[in-house]
């Protein structure tokens, strides 16, 4: 059984985040304001069924899919690209593989007690994020 997500986070820490930007060629102005944020996670999960909503003050995202199904992303609002996209769940992490132009793109979630970790890729850049549940 895979570990339990469901719930709101809120991030406490944000590592290398500007790099990781910086491989998915967003502009430097875009960047700039994207490291002064600090997103929730609002994350539900039914059996293969995950919804997670990315919310700030600047911009939202939503993700829906279901778990080891291929599915086109559309990622207007983070870089205007789209990519096939597959999450899978790895033990207890759930990974999310994402092909398209920029290679080596995707990201990892995993649960530490009551922490809730985020590892972003993106050629070669890597970024880490914590979130701690509310």
């Known amino acids: ?6 719930g709101y986070w809120k991030m406490i820490s ?8 910086k ?9 700039k304001i994207a490291t002064l944020l600090k997103p929730d996670k ?16 600047f911009k939202n995202y939503n993700m829906d899919f279901t778990v080891g199904k291929e599915f086109e ?3 207007s609002g983070v870089d205007d ?3 096939m996209t597959t999450i899978s769940w790895d033990g207890d992490r759930l990974v999310c593989v994402q092909k398209g132009e ?4 995707g990201w990892t979630h995993w649960l530490t007690g009551d922490e809730l970790h985020l ?5 070669g850049a890597v970024a880490k994020q914590v979130f701690k549940k509310t």
């Open 102 to 105: 920029i290679e080596g793109r």
């Open 23 to 31: 491989a998915l060629e967003i502009n430097v102005a875009i960047r």
């Open 14 to 21: 944000n590592d290398n985040f500007e790099e990781y930007l």
């Open 42 to 57: 609002d994350i539900t999960q039914n059996g293969d069924h995950i919804t997670i909503k990315t919310l700030s003050t």
């Open 81 to 83: 690209r789209k990519c």
């Open 119 to 123: 590892e972003l890729r993106a050629g």
């Open 73 to 75: 992303e559309d990622l």
């Open 1 to 6: 059984m895979p570990v339990d997500l469901n």
